[in-house]
């Protein structure tokens, strides 16, 4: 009989992840990842990971007949998803946590503990497929396009493919709602978890300032030209895209487009100065074999977009994207993930 691991958020997709495991036959571990200090999730109930979490994890294992445990990887998360969140910040870019966590502790700690425990598969409830073509395996968007996270997993390796299923590919959200409903599930109704779990109260900068015990000095909204245009509150408060909480009046709604990290200056224009045809991206994961000559794709930038038309080559560590028509707010410290339908090619840090 084939063991898997489950990794047990407490919401209601990794739940029903486990109950579709149990189904096919599958041995199956519950596993909780416990990973911050559960005063940061309490003041919210759109996060992940908070001692609610684990009870609801731990009942619905319960309820399958499961052994649950509760993995702590806070030293990890911390070193490896907090620590590069702020260094991101600032270095004057916009991180994407959810995709560290997943890279560092699902697919590498919780995978180091599967083999530990013997185990075959590490097991999620991401809405994405895994398929296997000719020894090789390749990574697809789910079948519902409105809950598809393929982007967050670009970074999955050959071996962790191998090892990896995620039974709710082929599902839509509604459809697991009504099979965890059916099952009794504590947590069938649970709302989505949508902040970023350790800055549960969603001001991001008044979580690093506590962390670092850092002050971040106020510096000058400056445009194009170099002409102060007002005063800003400290270079980490602000990504590039961003119109509110700017306090500045021009005449025309302004937005950051560039942080100077050397003059501690953010940088506001129009919104036709955020569209950009052209990015580099570093530490690149192929998930197809690489390619020695340019490709024709398509691309994403930000979770939330319609992907786009590019041409991509590759240059040294770099990979340089063209896209058809310009695209908005190209944001470093975000991730590109390129397509080819509803294959994953790769994906990798946008500089």
């Not at 895994?130 to 519902?144: N, V």
């Not at 063209?322 to 991730?335: C, E, H, L, M, N």
């Amino acid at each position: 009989m084939k063991k898997a691991i489950i990794a047990m958020s407490g919401g209601v997709d990794s739940g029903v992840a486990a109950y579709l495991m149990k189904k096919k036959g599958f041995e199956c571990i519950g596993a909780t990842m416990k990973l911050h200090d559960e005063a940061l999730s309490y003041v919210s109930d759109k996060t992940c990971c908070s001692l609610d979490d684990i009870e609801d994890a731990r009942a619905v294992a319960h309820r399958l007949g499961m052994p649950h445990y509760v993995l702590n990887f806070k030293d990890d998360f911390e070193k490896k998803v907090i620590e590069k969140f702020i260094r991101t910040y600032e270095q004057g870019g916009t991180p994407n946590p959810c995709i560290d966590c997943n890279r560092y502790l699902k697919f590498e700690k919780l995978m180091n503990t599967m083999f530990e425990l013997g185990c075959d598969y590490v097991v999620t409830g991401h809405y994405a497929r895994i398929e296997e073509k000719d020894g090789r395996f390749y990574l697809k968007k789910g079948t519902d396009s409105s809950k598809d996270q393929s982007y967050v997993l670009y970074s999955l390796t050959q071996n962790q493919l191998s090892h990896t299923l995620f039974p709710l590919g082929d599902y839509t959200k509604s459809e697991i709602r009504k099979i965890a409903e059916s099952e009794g599930f504590v947590n069938a109704k649970k709302k989505e978890s949508q902040d970023i779990c350790f800055v549960p109260d969603g001001d991001y900068s008044a979580f690093i300032k506590r962390f670092t015990n850092k002050d971040y000095p106020s510096g000058s909204f400056v445009d194009k030209d170099g002409n102060v245009m007002g005063v800003h509150s400290g270079i980490i408060n602000y990504t590039v895209g961003q119109r509110k909480g700017l306090g500045v009046a021009a005449g025309f709604p302004v937005y950051v487009i560039k942080k100077d990290l050397e003059n501690n200056n953010v940088v506001l224009g129009s919104n036709e100065d955020l569209m950009s045809d052209y990015l580099e991206a570093e530490d690149f994961n192929w998930i197809i074999e690489k390619p020695e000559t340019e490709i024709s794709c398509f691309a994403k930038t930000r979770y939330n977009m319609k992907e786009q038309p590019c041409r991509v080559k590759t240059d040294k560590n770099r990979v340089c994207v063209k896209f058809d028509s310009p695209v908005r707010a190209i944001t470093s410290g975000q991730a590109l993930v390129l397509y080819d339908g509803d294959y994953v090619l790769g994906g990798g840090t946008i500089i």
